[in-house]
């Protein structure tokens, strides 16, 4: 793989302004009639989520994802897929770049919602 170029740099507020925090994924379902999407059930530390990601047909054994943590965008505005709200997005890895895709996740536990950066 050859990494794609850098995107242009951002002021730090930029960054800043994007919420990512840890969470545990409690469930993982299909979405009905989607080849793609999966409905994830996120938990937070203080509250669950819905987030929908397009990521079934890279894992053929999906719900190993149960019980995982990983990174996720919390403060996106809720997205309408499948006729489902999405409340958020996960960090997967690789697949913008062709790479088989991987969550981004902690290197060790830590407290769901903790925060990035």
Known sequence: MTPAPVK???PISTLEAIDVRVGTI??????PKSDKLLRLTVFFGDHE????AGMKAERPDYAALVGR????V???EPRKMM???SQGMVFDLGYADGVLPALAIPEREVPDGTRAG
Not at 26 to 31: A, L, Q, S, Y
Not at 49 to 52: A, G, Y
Not at 69 to 72: D, S, V
């Open 69 to 72: 943590q990983a990174l996720f």
């Open 26 to 31: 409690r469930r993982v379902e299909e979405v």
């Open 8 to 10: 242009p740099a951002i």
């Open 83 to 85: 006729g489902e709200i």
């Open 74 to 76: 919390v403060n996106l």
């Open 49 to 52: 989520r819905t987030i929908l």
